[in-house]
């Protein structure tokens, strides 16, 4: 029998000789290899600046402190999420507001964020979850639309004069969106390197922004390295200048730097990167062609107006229920498929009940979660790994569909 895992890093003899070239260097934590990793995600997705941190919670976090988000804030996402896209709204202290999905997507019901926009909201953080990108172009409408409601704290968010779009893109690391890559489309994007993502630095994240009149790329650069080191005026790699020891603490602030050896992986992970995201395509053809004529129902991965990353493949059982969701998830355990569920809704968790959410205020997300499963899709897959997948979900598929 088979072992097929849900979703192995893939890790070559490329990542393993970048990562000894850093531990032989004698530079381990943030250096000159995290500074090139920054200087090639900013290229590649279209921005000035980049910065790396040790995972897109971090980064996001980072990015509501710079924005100056906290207490009397209202920053609005979607039920039908992980918890680090919402937990951190909370971290900074501001109040957490979730909407329903759509009934035939997973994306955020643009109608319903429309309406929870009130006088203190500041953020709107939509997900592009499994790698698709969000319709930004109907978010962008919603924000300008409500821009009369905005009323800016500081000098950052007067520039914007609107609620900040601040993407959820761990999932979307590649992705385009109207001939323009996820990273350059939101008003700040947050991608995660995790080691189940498509892109692979153990642990890590990259926040990227668009240049904005009035804000300074380069200062909201040096407050994130702030944030990140302690309040720490200069990084080690500024310290080891000549007589440079000397260093100023400018608040008390986090520890949450990437490290040389993460974006060593990151590096190598780059130059095969683009042949990863197509052979991710190529799977998602082979599952498509055989499960949609089922009736099976499957995120659109590929259009004319975006191109997804390709991160997860999410299928929807028409008229099952949870339980035998989980029993179609064992069956295929027991044939040596590990499968997965994306995601179990945020307000079912004892967390978000005690902040007061409740799961039949968000019926579209239940449905969506109560049939889904998700399938493996990873680059470690063989043409024939894909084939047995298929053979193995329809013949357990038959006695529910």
């Known amino acids: 029998m088979r072992s097929i895992p849900f979703s192995p890093p893939d890790i070559t003899e490329a ?53 100056g988000i906290g207490e009397g804030d209202e920053v609005i996402t979607c039920a039908y999420t992980y918890t680090a896209t919402a937990s951190v709204v909370c971290h900074v202290g501001a109040k957490l507001i979730l909407v329903d999905c759509q009934k035939d997507s997973l994306e955020m019901n643009y109608e319903a964020l429309e309406e929870a ?12 979850l499994g790698g698709i990108p969000c319709d930004y172009e109907r978010i962008y409408e919603i924000v300008e639309r409500k821009k009369r409601l905005f009323h800016a704290n500081n000098e950052i968010q007067k520039v914007y004069g609107r609620v900040i779009v601040m993407a959820d893109a761990a999932h979307a690391f590649g992705a385009e969106w109207h001939d323009k890559r996820v990273g350059n489309v939101a008003d700040i994007t947050n991608f995660s390197f995790h080691a189940v993502k498509n892109f692979v630095t153990a642990e890590g994240g990259a926040m990227t922004w668009k240049s904005v009149e009035g804000i300074e790329d380069e200062a909201i650069y040096y407050q994130a390295q702030l944030l ?119 307000p079912l ?53």
């Open 117 to 128: 926009i009130t006088e203190k909201t500041k953020v709107v953080i939509p997900i592009d």
């Open 228 to 346: 990140s080191l302690h309040g720490q005026s200069k990084d080690a790699l500024a310290k080891t200048q000549l007589g440079a020891w000397e260093y100023d603490i400018v608040g008390t602030w986090y520890k949450c730097n990437m490290t040389d050896i993460a974006a060593a992986m990151g590096l190598a992970q780059f130059e095969r990167y683009p042949g990863m995201l197509k052979r991710r395509q190529e799977i998602i053809t082979q599952y498509d062609a055989v499960l949609k004529p089922l009736g099976i129902q499957v995120l659109n991965h590929y259009t004319e107006n975006y191109s997804s990353s390709g991160h997860l493949y999410i299928t929807r059982i028409p008229g099952v229920n949870s339980e035998q969701r989980n029993e179609i998830i064992i069956k295929m355990a027991e044939v040596g498929v590990s499968c997965n569920v994306h995601y179990k809704p945020l």
């Open 15 to 67: 990542e393993i000789a970048e990562v000894t070239d850093a531990l032989r260097s004698g530079w381990i934590t943030t250096g000159p290899k995290t500074k090139k990793l920054e200087q090639e995600i900013a290229e590649w997705v279209g921005t000035k600046k980049c910065v790396c941190l040790n995972s897109q919670t971090a980064c996001a976090e980072t990015a509501l402190r710079i924005l």
């Open 349 to 401: 968790f004892t967390a978000y009940k005690d902040l007061g959410f409740d799961i039949k205020d968000y019926p579209n997300t239940y449905a969506h979660y109560e049939n889904e499963i998700t399938l493996p899709l990873h680059t470690k897959l063989t043409d024939d790994d894909v084939d047995y997948v298929i053979e193995k979900y329809c013949e357990i598929l038959k006695s529910y569909i």
